[in-house]
Structures are given as structure tokens and as C-alpha cells.
């Protein structure tokens, strides 16, 4: 099959699922955060260009919501989450054009496990900025493995008008520049890294004059050293990405004997033993499916003891596993970077690190790379229907 028409078949059956889990969807109230980024979109339809003080983020995604629904007519709460399923599609078409980049046997499989991680899955039809944000990162990294880094800079830097913390992913790009042999000559490295520059400029300017990081709700996200957020996305990853770390875990099982791997794995597991548990105020708010999660660990030595295993199966997953290129392992200090400085434990902060991983990881056999699609699918549903159900908030 030509590689244009494959292409054009994986776009549509990605939008006829997303069609279908719309309808499925079509009654559940607003999640959470939505009631706050809804009302943000509804006044910018108004004419109303004043920041919601809920609002913690640069409001690019607002802005572009509520463009749509001048175009259609629509500012519903409906419209904004058809606005996000659209987005939806186009990430997962961006991730399969970030994959064709790779020698990866599996571009089409690996696209369909990201597009259904079950995580990221319900995202795409929530008024939530993480998807138009994945859909940036991906581009960016499909610019990034053609060797366009000026490209993939230039995206990363739009990316911070969705999200102003987008800012480390600069660090991945200057990196896989940095680690190209040889090593460019520094006009070179200027000529192909001025948009990271740029963009460390503007983020710096924009801390300087807003007083910090977060726009609105400022006092509720300062920033700091938080592990929290390490942990918990190595157990979401435990879990979205288990075909895959069965198979990394016993088949490369000779890389566990690195001194640093079991190294980290000791700190981090005598940490989590010690202090996991909800970290911030709104980790507390009840019916989160994660804050039931922190608020049985809190006190239950047990329970943290229980979830340590998973952990530690995430955690091995990743980094018994190669990825495609040397330059691509500056993934692993700017996922830190975006995660270390959170208090607040919310799996969504993962979703970069997740979709990357994903896109860089080495191959595994088939059957296992279908396992995984097979057990995201799955788990994707169970999630779905569980919100359309009300039974569990985001």
C-alpha cells in the first residue's frame, strides 16, 4: 500500500474513533478543570481578555478554543472538547509522522499505542490544554529527527504560549544538537540553536516580570524540588507501557547490573517507602482516581510497600531500554526538569515524557508491540466508560 494512502487510512480511523467516543461521552458533566478553562474560553468568545485567576498557564490554548468557536458559532463546552478531539487526531498523526523518522519497524503500531494510551486517551475529549501541547512537542520532535533544529526550536518556543513550563524541552533540542558527531562548528551551533536562546529569554523575561512561573492561582504552585510527580509518572508507566516492560525487563535483564541503575532505584525506593504520599492541598480534593491513590498510601507503610514493586518495574522499563539515537537521552534530565519543580502529584505533568519515550524507545518483537496496543486499547475503554459512567473524575 502506497505510504500516502496508509497515511490517509490511519487519519481517518483515528477520527472515526474519535467520533464514536465523543457520542459515548456526549453527556458527561464538565471534569474538574474544566470548569475553569470553559468559563476562561466563554470569555474570550465575550470579548473579555482578562485572565482567570484559575488559570496557571499562558491561555494560547483559550485563545485558539474560543478562535474555533467564533468560526462555528459554538463556544459550548461541547464545542471546546470537539476542538480537543480534532487536536487529537492531528497528535497522533503527528506522532506517525515523528516515527516515520526512525527505524522503527512498527511506525503505524506505535502511533495507535500512543493515540489510545490510556492515560492520555479521555484528554483528547476534555476541555484540558494537554493535547494541543503533545501535538506541539510532536512536531517539534518530528522536526528535531529530520535534523531541522531550528524548526523544532522555533515549535517548542510557540509551545510556551500554551504552557509556559514547555520551556525544558528547549534543553532536548539544544542537546541532540550538542551530541551530533562531530560536533558542529559553533557558527553552526548558533546558526541552528538561536530559537532555544530566544526562547530561554523570553521564559526568563516572563518570570521576571510575572514573579514567577505560574499566571494565576500563583500561590498554589510555587515551585521547588518535588519527587512526587518522578514517582508517580514511573508508575503510570508501570502500568500504560506493561507489555513492554515485561518483555525490556527479562530479555535485557543483564543491563540491571549497572551500579547507577541500582543506585537509583535504592534512593528512590527508600524515598518512596519514607514520604510518598499527597503533596499538595488539592491532592486531598476527593473523587480523583489518583488522590484515592496518594490518600491510601499516606498512612499505610503496606500500601506504599504494594506500590513499590510497580515502581520499580517502571522505573526498569525505562532505562533498561535504549533509544534510537545518543542525542535522545537528553529526554531523561528534561522530563526531570519538568517534573521535579510540581508539588501537586497529577499524571497529566507524565504526558511529555510518555508520548517521548514511546516515539524513542527501541522496537521490542511484534507480538509484544502488540500486547501493548492490545492492553492500552483496553484499558483506554475501561477509563472511557468509567467517565461517561461518572464514576471516576480526571
Request: proline share 6%; net charge positive; with cysteine.
Amino acid at each position: 500500500m502506497p505510504k500516502r494512502t496508509a497515511l490517509l487510512l490511519f487519519v481517518v480511523a483515528l477520527a472515526a474513533l474519535a467520533a464514536l467516543t465523543l457520542r459515548r461521552l456526549a453527556d458527561m458533566p464538565a471534569q474538574a478543570d474544566e470548569h475553569h478553562h470553559s468559563r476562561q474560553v466563554r470569555a474570550f468568545c465575550d470579548g473579555d481578555l482578562s485572565l482567570d485567576r484559575k488559570i496557571t498557564m499562558v491561555p494560547g490554548w483559550h485563545l485558539l478554543a474560543a478562535g474555533v468557536a467564533g468560526l462555528t458559532g459554538d463556544c459550548s463546552l461541547a464545542g471546546m472538547r470537539r476542538t480537543n478531539a480534532g487536536l487529537g487526531v492531528l497528535s497522533g498523526a503527528a506522532f506517525l509522522w515523528a516515527a516515520l523518522a526512525l527505524p522503527t519497524r512498527f511506525p503505524f503500531l506505535r502511533s495507535l499505542q500512543y493515540f489510545v494510551c490510556p492515560v492520555l486517551f479521555p484528554y483528547q475529549f476534555l476541555a484540558y490544554t494537554e493535547v494541543a501541547t503533545l501535538l506541539l512537542l510532536l512536531v517539534a520532535a518530528g522536526f528535531l529527527l529530520r535534523g531541522r533544529a531550528v524548526a523544532a526550536g522555533l515549535v517548542v518556543c510557540a509551545s510556551l504560549l500554551l504552557r509556559q513550563t514547555n520551556v525544558v524541552w528547549l534543553l532536548l533540542v539544544a542537546l541532540c544538537v550538542l551530541a551530533e558527531r562531530p560536533l558542529p562548528p559553533p557558527r553552526v551551533l548558533l546558526l541552528r540553536l538561536w530559537p532555544c536562546g530566544v526562547g530561554l529569554a523570553g521564559f526568563a523575561a516572563f518570570v521576571l516580570i510575572n514573579g514567577g512561573i505560574a499566571l494565576g492561582d500563583a500561590q498554589a504552585h510555587r515551585a521547588g524540588i518535588y519527587p512526587g510527580n518522578v514517582a508517580f509518572t514511573l508508575l503510570v508507566a508501570a502500568i500504560v507501557f506493561l507489555p513492554h516492560n515485561v518483555y525490556a525487563l527479562w530479555s535485557r535483564r543483564a543491563r540491571l547490573r549497572a551500579w547507577w541503575l541500582v543506585t537509583a532505584a535504592a534512593l528512590l525506593a527508600a524515598w518512596f517507602l519514607a514520604e510518598f504520599g499527597p503533596a499538595h492541598a488539592y491532592n486531598r480534593f476527593p473523587g480523583f482516581a489518583r488522590n484515592a491513590l496518594l490518600l491510601s498510601a499516606e498512612d499505610d507503610v503496606r500500601m506504599r510497600a504494594g506500590l513499590l514493586m510497580p515502581l520499580l518495574v517502571g522505573l526498569g522499563g525505562v532505562l533498561v531500554t535504549r533509544l534510537a539515537r545518543p542525542g535522545l537521552y537528553a529526554l531523561y534530565p528534561a522530563a526531570l526538569l519538568s517534573l521535579l519543580p510540581i508539588k501537586l502529584i497529577d499524571q497529566r505533568y507524565g504526558f511529555p515524557f510518555l508520548a517521548l519515550f514511546l516515539l524513542f524507545r527501541e522496537d521490542d518483537p511484534r507480538p509484544v508491540e502488540a500486547a501493548g496496543l492490545a492492553v492500552s486499547g483496553l484499558l483506554a475503554a475501561i477509563l472511557t466508560e468509567a467517565l461517561a459512567r461518572q464514576a471516576v473524575l480526571l
